[in-house]
Structure formats: C-alpha cells, structure tokens
C-alpha cells in the first residue's frame, strides 16, 4: 500500500501535475489523488501546494523526492538485473545527452548489438544532462566539460575543434581561417549558460583579451543556426555539429586552441550494473 502510494506521490512530483501524471501511469486522476491525499493523512503531512491547478512541491515534499527518485532507481536496477539473467535480452536504458550527434550513433551501435533492449534519450546542455545524471534521471550521460563529482564516473570519449560559422553576407564567409583578435566587436549569437561550447569560447576570449558584441543568447542549436542563417551575428560550434548549408560556412581559428571535450558519465554506485557496462563496452570501442 505504501509502494503504491509513493509511487503515486513520485509520479506527481516528477511531471508537476496530476493530470500528466494519471496519463503517464495510465490511472485515474481521482484514483491517483485519492493515494496521495491518503498518503498525506496517514502521516499529518503537506507534500503539495495547490494553488488552482498549479501543483508545488512543499519543503516537506521535496525531501520526500528526493528518497522517492532513489527508490524508483532502485526498483529499474533491479528489474534491469533479474533482466540481465536472460542474457540482456529485455531492460530500458536512459541517456542524457548534450546533442543529437554522437548519441544517435550510440544508439544505433548499441541496438545493433543488444536490439531488445529499450532506449530514451533526453537533450540538453552539459549542465541539465549531468544534473538529470545526478536526479537518477538517466542510466548514462554524454557530457561535455563539467567540475568533478566524486559520484559520477566519467570515461573520455571524443575531443572536438570549436569553430565560428557565418552565413554568406558575412566577410568571414570565403575566408580559410581567421584570427581569434579578428572576433573582436563581432556580433555573436551564442548558446545558454551551461554550453560548453559557449564556456570553451569565452575562456579563450579570456585569454586573448577579445570582446565580442552579444546580441542574442538563444538555447537551442537549431535557433542558432537560424539566426545566424538570418544575419543576426556569426556563431561558434564544435567542427562535428556543423552541418553543411549553402547560406552557412565553418570557419577555422588559427591561432587559438579550443576544443571541448566529451565523455561518457554514470553514478560511482552503478559502475557494477550490466547494462551500464555493456552501453560503454559498445560505444567506446
């Protein structure tokens, strides 16, 4: 009764609502209101604030989670490990990945090798993929620069060039390569707090004492590459990331070394899960 009344509860707090989360259990929303108001009575407690339809985790619930997202991780490794007997023939496993490139060709590679097994993946920049890695929000990361966490394993998989594109109104357009002191006052279009490719670019800016004109922050790939596309200002990207494009060009900087750096990341307490250790045997091959 408990199990099922937390995993009401968990399921609440995990999609912020009722409703999404009756869908997502596959319940009735009076079904799953009625477990978490019981849940909340049996132990004279407040784990939601509700303000019309906007649900809120109290202090009191929050703690509550964070115990839940253990339990509910707990509950996947053991289904994944009486999974592993078959000889990883069933399971799910979720990544969390900085973009669409390198984890594509992971998944393909893993499904080729292991096909009955589920896989998820959710984007974002380094900073959300590390901190769902640390939510138990996902099995395995593919990150970029991020500081050292004494819980998470990381194991190095790529290191890529960062490099400026433009599109073909722009002086740097037909150029080979420029200088990093030519950034100087350039209208930028840059990626959201948390981009490694931004964090890469503004140390080397840094270093070499540039400014540059930003003019719009923008937190999505495809919104840069619009922009850029549109005149707005020129962009910087990791050599893999670009795409060609007959309005876009990739520009190299000469006399400066930034890269990013990419690796594959998962909890220290997981390092024995079977599935984690094949995922990593495949794609670091």
Known sequence: MLTTALRSFHAVALHSGFSAAARAMNI???????????????????LFSRIRR??????????????????????????NLLNSFKGLEAGSLRIAAVGPFHATDMMVDFKLRYPKI???????????????LLAYGADVGLIAEVKADPRVVTLP?????VVVFAN???????????SIHELKDQKVVQREIGSTTRIAMERALQEHDVSIDVVLEIGSREGIWKAVEQGLGIGFVADF???????LRSIPIQDADINT????????????SRL??????????
């Open 28 to 46: 009735s929303q009076p079904t799953l209101s009625t477990q978490v108001k019981a849940l909340e009575k049996r132990y004279d407690v407040e």
């Open 54 to 79: 906007d649900v809120h985790l109290t202090p009191a619930g929050q703690e509550l989670y964070q115990t839940t997202l253990r339990l509910m991780q707990n509950e996947s490794e053991a289904e």
């Open 118 to 132: 589920d896989i998820s993946i959710q984007f974002g920049n380094s900073q959300r993929s590390f901190e769902r």
């Open 157 to 161: 998989y790529s290191s890529h060039e």
């Open 168 to 178: 073909s109104d722009h002086p740097f357009f037909d150029r080979a390569s420029i």
């Open 241 to 247: 990331e670009f795409v060609p494009h007959p309005n």
């Open 261 to 272: 750096q990419y690796f594959l990341a998962y909890l220290k307490e997981r390092e024995m």
């Open 276 to 285: 984690i250790s094949a995922f990593c045997e495949v794609t670091l091959i």
